[in-house]
T-cell receptor
Framework: RKEVEQDPGPFNVPEGATVAFNCTYS??????FFWYRQDCRKEPKLLMS???SGNEDGRFTAQLNRASQYISLLIRDSKLSDSATYLCVVITRDYKLSFGAGTTVTVRA | GAGVSQSPSNKVTEKGKDVELRCDPI?????LYWYRQSLGQGLEFLIY????????KSGLPSDRFSAERTGGSVSTLTIQRTQQEDSAVYLC?????????????????FGPGTRLTVL
């Protein structure tokens, strides 16, 4: 079983729609969680950290469910520029990172 | 400020040749990671350096792969006797893992990658 699993999508949504997707992780000792964004043929860049209490950054909301071992990302009022692959990242206490394979989101006009 | 840089940006080589990929991390970052990403795939962890600790080599796919980090800064990933399945984008990332306010921070800053093509 992979350490981090994501629905690859693609999620095709119209502008202005809300899209949400999850990422599950297998290591219960995982300590830190992040969402990264990767545009086509570009390097990944940090989108946001995920905190236990959940957190928002503008139109983006991240949630962590430790009991069920998943994190989620919700994008409200989708923009064309949100089209990208979203990578889930999980870090254990010894700072080892595991990346999910990514969820592709395509926002259409 | 300067980000993570990698060289070369593109490398085409013949099967069986050795290649060296270079990564210059952000100054002061103690952690350095190598990943590879095949077309349409997620990131595959290869190796991790943290300060003066022994590197975590658990992700290296075979003994043809090795990496060094000299002086806690620049890192070189070497692939010996390259095979066609080694073709991928090799990404380097650096970070400064730390605890603050009860939370751990380990934001990865990625370089632009080296696109390796083995013919």
């Amino acid at each position: 079983r992979k350490e981090v699993e994501q629905d690859p999508g693609p999620f095709n949504v119209p502008e202005g729609a809300t899209v949400a997707f999850n990422c599950t992780y297998s290591n219960s000792a995982s300590q830190s969680f992040f969402w990264y964004r990767q545009d086509c043929r570009k390097e990944p860049k940090l989108l946001m950290s995920v905190y236990s209490s959940g957190n928002e950054d503008g139109r983006f909301t991240a949630q962590l469910n430790r009991a069920s071992q998943y994190i989620s990302l919700l994008i409200r009022d989708s923009k064309l520029s949100d089209s990208a692959t979203y990578l889930c990242v999980v870090i254990t206490r010894d700072y080892k990172l595991s990346f999910g394979a990514g969820t592709t989101v395509t926002v259409r006009a | 400020g300067a980000g993570v840089s990698q060289s070369p940006s593109n490398k085409v080589t013949e099967k069986g040749k050795d290649v060296e990929l270079r990564c210059d991390p952000i100054s002061g970052h103690t952690a350095l990671y190598w990943y590879r990403q095949s077309l349409g795939q997620g990131l595959e962890f290869l190796i991790y350096f943290q300060g003066n600790s022994a590197p975590d080599k658990s992700g290296l796919p075979s003994d043809r792969f090795s990496a060094e980090r000299t002086g806690g800064s620049v890192s070189t990933l070497t692939i010996q006797r390259t095979q066609q399945e080694d073709s991928a984008v090799y990404l380097c990332a650096s970070s400064l893992p730390r605890l603050a306010g009860g939370r751990s921070y380990n934001e990865q800053f990625f370089g632009p990658g080296t696109r390796l093509t083995v013919l």
